[in-house]
Nanobody, 121 residues
Framework: QVQLVESGGGLVQAGGSLRLSCAASGSIFSINAMAWYRQAPGKQRELVAQMSSGGSTNYADSVKGRFTISRDNAKSTVYLQMNSLKPEDTAVYYC???????????????WGKGTLVTVSS
């Protein structure tokens, strides 16, 4: 069993900042990629940012230069620093990890339950 617990969402005015955290726990041997996705009302879930185990990153064009993903491997935690927030960033943000876990010989994908970010204009 793997659990992902997200925190840090909330209501913020346009131009403000928030920092999301996601801590993974359970029968994890190692974590490959860690990522943040988001889903706005009426829209499909989309990748926001991803970081590999080696530290390489990938960002959605809409957040480049404003959002920064980081990870603390010792704590099995991934962060998303969000600056210069815009109303269009309003969405439920989901943490996602790909990891080797007990009982599986291949890496598995796990999702958090999501945290709501609301940006007011």
């Amino acid at each position: 069993q793997v659990q992902l617990v997200e925190s840090g969402g909330g209501l913020v005015q346009a131009g403000g900042s928030l920092r999301l955290s996601c801590a993974a726990s359970g029968s994890i041997f190692s974590i490959n990629a860690m990522a943040w996705y988001r889903q706005a009302p009426g829209k499909q879930r989309e990748l926001v940012a991803q970081m590999s185990s080696g530290g390489s990153t990938n960002y959605a064009d809409s957040v480049k230069g404003r959002f920064t993903i980081s990870r603390d491997n010792a704590k099995s935690t991934v962060y998303l620093q969000m600056n210069s927030l815009k109303p269009e960033d309003t969405a439920v943000y989901y943490c996602n990890i790909e990891s080797y876990t007990a009982g599986y010989g291949v890496p598995m994908n796990y999702w958090g339950k999501g945290t709501l970010v609301t940006v007011s204009s």
